[in-house]
């Protein structure tokens, strides 16, 4: 028990599991298990470590900072960072042997200065936008991007390891969009390739791709959500179809239990209003811990569920910044202190994510991902020691 009211339990195991199967669903590609944003809420090294235990020879991070802390901690498989502003510590990240993205010209010419700078290679992954119209250089701007990289390359400035790019509708496998950005992405490493470069890893593929459609999977997979166990696409099938464990429970302990008269008002604004006698119960996580504020009930709207002592009951009211409140019915014999389960893998008859979501108006990846710092994160299980094992450095399988 923690000095806090809630905590985050992530099974470690159930991460290298996911990995294992995701591994072997793509083989003969490699799996880079993205481990941006603390590793979706579950812990950036712990759960690195528990991906890499499972198989993955790849991480993927958004962040420098994200890339420069897995390699402070020991950890020594190929790291890839994307996302990145003008002045970025470039040179830390080629020190520090991270593959850096070039998704544009003034990004070649600061990772060509940082690799001057620190004496060493850098080895790049050159982002394509194949339609999703966020990061990447256009079609149209790829021949110039390319010549300059491999001129980097030919004064051994830059080492050309990668091309990628990131699908758009890839949770709709079907879409045309999706077929449409893997010709517009085999033209641009035709391109690369008829240019010169021997390219390490060809990749496009996220969780969802990943899941539901091989030919997307080239060289290298970059599974982010289904590392944790979550399914990207809860339309086609939940966890269990893919073989995947949810790796986190969220759980608290009721910090107050009270009977209040029917026609109570609670929480700000009554929108929520107790029909009957009923016992409330005060659950100290909000708003400013992750939890949704559209997570809100009212006696029209059902509000996110939860399981007390074993049944499952609704906030009701509005969440609060660091509390919401739950009917616990008017035959309630709960009190402080009981166990409550917001969310899990669904195994014990507790809500999961992918159930928040539905009642949040969101997806399975915002509720684990925007839990809170000062929410305690317990890892249990995982690789042995401190490190795991070392995964080798290299390209694809």
Sequence with gaps: MS?????????????SANVRTLRDL??????????????????LVPSARAALAGGATWLGVAQATEALEL??????SRILTWL???GAPL????????????????ALLEVVEAARATGRTARIHVKVDTGLGRGGALPRDLDTLLDAALAAQAEGAVSVVGVWSHLAWADAPDHPTVLAQAQVFDDAVRLAERKGARLEVRHLANSAATLTNPAMHYDLVRPGLAVYGLTPVPQLGGPDRYGLVPAMRLEAELVLAKLVPAGHGVSYGHVYTTPTQTVLGVVGLGYADGIPRHASGTPERAGAPMQVGGRRVGIAGRVCMDQLVVDLGPDADDVAGDRVVLFGSGADGEPTAEDWA???GTIS??????????????????????GGPAAARGGAA
Excluded: T
Excluded at 30 to 43: I, P, S
Excluded at 91 to 106: E, F, K, M, Q, T
């Design 358 to 360: 539905e009642a949040a």
């Design 365 to 386: 990846y915002e509720i684990v991902a925007r839990l809170g710092a000062r929410v305690p994160r317990v890892h249990v299980g995982g690789p042995v020691g401190d």
């Design 84 to 86: 990145y502003a003008p």
């Design 91 to 106: 040179d830390r990240l080629v020190a520090a042997d991270v593959d850096v993205s070039v998704p544009a010209g003034w």
């Design 26 to 43: 793509a083989s003969p590609a490699a799996v880079m298990a993205v481990v941006k944003a603390d590793a979706y809420g579950h812990g």
């Design 71 to 76: 390699r402070a901690a020991g950890v020594q």
């Design 3 to 15: 000095d806090y009211p809630a905590r985050a339990v992530v099974d470690l195991d159930a991460i």
